[in-house]
């Protein structure tokens, strides 16, 4: 799908950039596909904006 294209795309630029490891937050309704991507939940949080709070996890793929 498209955000399985965009995903390799960044990752592919990020190696051309030297960079050895993708960190990102996501919502956890949304883990499954970066899972699938190859990530892994460094640490879970709560994400809040205009007093909404929503479950969050910051993940990290290493791409060396």
């Known amino acids: 799908g498209i955000g399985a294209s965009i995903m390799k795309f ?3 630029k990020a190696k051309e950039q030297w960079y050895t ?3 990102l937050y996501a919502y956890n309704n949304s ?4 899972e699938k991507k190859g990530y892994t939940t ?3 949080h ?4 205009n007093g909404i709070s929503v479950p969050s ?3 990290k793929k290493n791409i060396n």
Request: proline share 5%.
């Open 46 to 49: 709560i994400f809040k904006k």
């Open 42 to 44: 460094i640490k879970s």
């Open 21 to 23: 490891k993708i960190i």
């Open 57 to 59: 996890s910051k993940m």
């Open 10 to 12: 960044l990752e592919r």
């Open 31 to 34: 883990l499954p596909f970066y």
